[in-house]
Every structure is written in structure tokens, then in C-alpha cells.
């Protein structure tokens, strides 16, 4: 694959809606120029200048054929599905995730879903804006519960879901993951194979979804899923929105026989204003912002600055290679 040019004559595009990437790229001394777009049509107009973009959600695959300088595609988030890998490959354009820089969020924000739910934080703050003083519950299957004891199946054992397991160990929880490798881990009780998954669903009073979107995950949590779960049960899903099969999940939350979900990834994004899932007083709705932390910038930054510095010595394996 062609090298980057030196770096005084490198120009790194920065494309993202709200976070500071170029002035945190500017704290660091390095010799390449930079620019930053905020919007699609920005970054249409101005990739071709690049020898580097930084980006994610602005991602469109269709920009590789405009881009003839293009060497290098720094990603801002963990997750790479908007990558066209072989088309990356064969214009010989280098490609790595943000995997890590956002794992300690993403893994709290699960932690404080479940939380939530199980406090029934978001219902206290609906009577705190009706200013409302709710009453002590008598129906013991309406309070407020506990964690300690409960069993949390977290689908996806990569950091973001082993750092989640050792939070809920902390509150008392029985943990199970999912993934193929069965590598042990001594906050984890069992880790068991993808092919068993309705088995563990079944024991789950909480589920956690903090796996990659693949073909193999895509609609992982579908009807017959959710109807293997807990009667009871909790999902909450930090993942990508296409692993759970929404409509279904809107038919259990509907019926009660899931008990509540915490939501911050959904199919289509924004979240339509018609969705049910608005209404519903058993989900707490998040904006896809699990991964937001003021420490992101820093993050996805030293990983580039890394990255640079690896293709400068010529080196082929990247940090968070994924192409």
C-alpha cells in the first residue's frame, strides 16, 4: 500500500458533527495541516484535499472513488460496520477502529441503565416534572428491586463488555457472558458459545447486548429470542440497534413480559417521533450517546497520533487495525 507523505505535507480532514477533534489535535504539536467539516455535504466537498480523515458517522463508502489521496481513515467510534472492508482494501486505504476509547462510558452508561431501571430512576424523574409525590408501593411486583443475587447475560466479551462485567460483579451479580472464545475471567461465572444463547436467556434477569454489529448479530434478539428470555426480564442494548428486532421487542415491552428495556442504539437514527418506544414508561430511551465522554476527544486522538507515527516508521500493523 503507497506510504503517507511526510508529515509536513500531511492534510487530515476531522469530520464529525459536534466533538473537538482538530483542537485536540492542535495541542499536539504535529507538523500535518488539518481541517474540520461538520456536516456530509462539507466532507463530500473537501475529502478529496485529505491524506487522513478522522470519521464515523459521516462515513459514506462512495467517497473512496473521490478521494485519490486518501491513505488512511482513523475511525471514531469502535464500531466499523460503515466500512466497506474490501473496498478499503483494494484502493489500498488503511483503516482502524476507536476500539477502546470509549469502553469505561459505554460500559457505565449500561451500568446505569440497568440501574435506572431497576431504581426506576427515569419514573422518579417523570413525577419530578409533574411535580408529583408517588406514594409507598403495596404491590411488592411495582417497587423498586435490587441487584444482588440477579443473573446478567452480557452478549459480547470484548472490552466494553468485560469492563460491564466487572461493574455488575461489584453490585452483586451473577454474571454470564456470550462469546466464542471461552477464555475464563474472575468476574464472569460461565461463558458459553453463541449456539447457546437461548439456553442462558432463559436464566437472565438482566440481558446486556455490547456486541459488534455482524452479519451474526444482525436481528441476534429477535421474536423467538426475546421469547426465550425471563418472563420479567430486562434488555438492555449498547450495541447497534439492528441486533434486536425492534418491532418484536416493542410487542414484549407492550404485553409486559419483558419487563423494561434501556435503549441507546436503535435501527433507524434519530429514533422517529412516531415510535412507540417514545411513550412507553418501562424504557429509558438514550440518544446513542453511551460512548459521550469528555476524555473522547483525548482518546480517539492518541490513537491517531499513534497511528501516524506507526505508518511514518513504516510499520504494517496498525493500533485497532482493521484494514
Known amino acids: 500500500m ?19 477533534l482538530q483542537a485536540e489535535f492542535a495541542t499536539r504539536g504535529h507538523a500535518a495541516k488539518s481541517f474540520e467539516v461538520r456536516s456530509l455535504d462539507e466532507l463530500k466537498a473537501r475529502a478529496p484535499e485529505a491524506d487522513v480523515v478522522v470519521v464515523s458517522g459521516l ?23 460503515q466500512y466497506d472492508r474490501a473496498a478499503f482494501a483494494a484502493a489500498g486505504i488503511r483503516l482502524a477502529s476507536a476500539q477502546g ?19 426506576q430512576i427515569h419514573l422518579a424523574r417523570d413525577n ?26 452480557i452478549v459480547g466479551l470484548g472490552r466494553i463488555g468485560l469492563r460491564l462485567a466487572t461493574l455488575a460483579a461489584a ?41 459488534p454489529l455482524t452479519p451474526e448479530t444482525e436481528n ?29 421487542l416493542v410487542v414484549e415491552l407492550s404485553k409486559g413480559r419483558i419487563a423494561g428495556a434501556g435503549l441507546d442504539t436503535f435501527v433507524e437514527e434519530p429514533l ?18 453511551a460512548g459521550e465522554t469528555r476524555a473522547y476527544e483525548t482518546n480517539v486522538v492518541d490513537l491517531l497520533v499513534d497511528n501516524l507515527a506507526r505508518l511514518a516508521r513504516g510499520e504494517t500493523a496498525l493500533r485497532n487495525q482493521v484494514v
Open 2 to 20: 503507497p506510504a503517507l507523505p511526510p508529515a509536513s505535507d500531511l492534510t487530515i480532514c476531522f469530520a464529525h458533527a459536534a466533538y473537538q
Open 171 to 211: 453490585f452483586g451479580l451473577r454474571v454470564i457472558g456470550v462469546r466464542r472464545s471461552p477464555e475464563p475471567h474472575p468476574d464472569i461465572e460461565a461463558i458459553v458459545r453463541p449456539d447457546q444463547l437461548h439456553e442462558v436467556l432463559a436464566q437472565a434477569d438482566i440481558v446486556a447486548l455490547t456486541c
Open 59 to 81: 462515513w459514506r463508502n462512495e467517497l473512496i472513488a473521490s478521494c485519490p489521496k486518501l491513505r488512511f481513515v482513523q475511525s471514531v467510534s469502535a464500531g466499523t460496520d
Open 272 to 289: 422517529a417521533a412516531a415510535s412507540p418506544l417514545w411513550a412507553m414508561t418501562n424504557v429509558i430511551v438514550t440518544p446513542h450517546s
Open 220 to 248: 441476534l434478539i429477535d421474536a423467538a429470542a426475546l421469547a426465550a428470555m425471563k418472563p420479567g426480564a430486562l434488555l438492555i442494548n449498547v450495541a447497534r440497534g439492528k441486533v434486536v428486532d425492534e418491532k418484536a
Open 128 to 153: 419530578q416534572t409533574a411535580a408529583t409525590w408517588r406514594p409507598m408501593i403495596g404491590d411488592r411486583a411495582r417497587r423498586e428491586d435490587e441487584l444482588g443475587g440477579k443473573t446478567l447475560v
Open 101 to 119: 476509547a470509549n469502553e469505561r462510558a459505554v460500559s457505565e452508561h449500561a451500568m446505569a441503565l440497568i440501574l435506572g431501571l431497576t431504581r
